[in-house]
């Protein structure tokens, strides 16, 4: 996508992180937030002090967002975890492609040594699908780890690749 600039976020940017956050989480089906989360809960979390917080950005408007932190303290920081979100008005355009492509050299640069997520809803296959395209393997598969809003409790892959 040639219009598409990601950029680490600015306090300017929460009403759009904001608005893709509370798309993406009312459906209940992708992330660990309730719906109905409060607009401060979530901003406070997703912008907080331990992440590096990015923003997609296509003709002025912030269509995904995505954060990164270390998986664990200590001895596990040289591991990133990652959330990442599009907004569901910019679905197909390649966004969390490049959005993930751009994590993953973003990792490299702060000096992670791989990624891991830790909650990859097995339900959402676009995810799957996409992580496994950049490189991403499954090290684990969590029974009934989520309460999906549909379909009740689901299992939830652990995914991992070196950087």
């Known amino acids: 996508m040639d219009d598409l600039t990601i950029r680490k976020a600015a306090v300017s940017d929460h009403d759009g992180i904001w608005k893709i956050i509370?798309?993406?989480?009312?459906t209940g089906e992708f992330y660990s937030f309730k719906p109905g989360s409060p607009r401060a809960e979530m901003l406070a979390y997703w912008c907080g002090s331990d992440k590096h917080c990015y923003v997609a950005e296509a003709d002025g408007e912030i269509v995904g967002t995505f954060v990164m932190k270390d998986n664990q303290p200590g001895l596990g920081s040289h591991v990133a975890n990652g959330s990442y979100m599009t907004?569901?008005?910019a679905g197909g355009r390649g966004i969390?492609?490049?959005?993930g492509k751009f994590s993953i050299e973003e990792a490299?640069?702060?000096?992670?040594?791989?990624?891991?997520f830790n909650l990859v809803v097995k339900s959402n296959e676009t995810a799957?699908?996409?992580?496994?395209?950049?490189?991403?393997?499954?090290?684990?598969?969590i029974p009934d780890a989520?309460?999906?809003q549909r379909l009740g409790l689901t299992n939830a892959y652990i995914m991992y690749r070196k950087l």
């Open 108 to 116: 490299k640069s702060l000096g992670y040594k791989a990624m891991q």
């Open 146 to 148: 989520f309460d999906h």
């Open 22 to 26: 509370e798309a993406v989480i009312s």
């Open 128 to 141: 799957v699908r996409l992580w496994k395209r950049l490189g991403f393997q499954v090290i684990g598969e």
């Open 87 to 89: 907004s569901p008005t």
């Open 96 to 99: 969390g492609t490049a959005m």
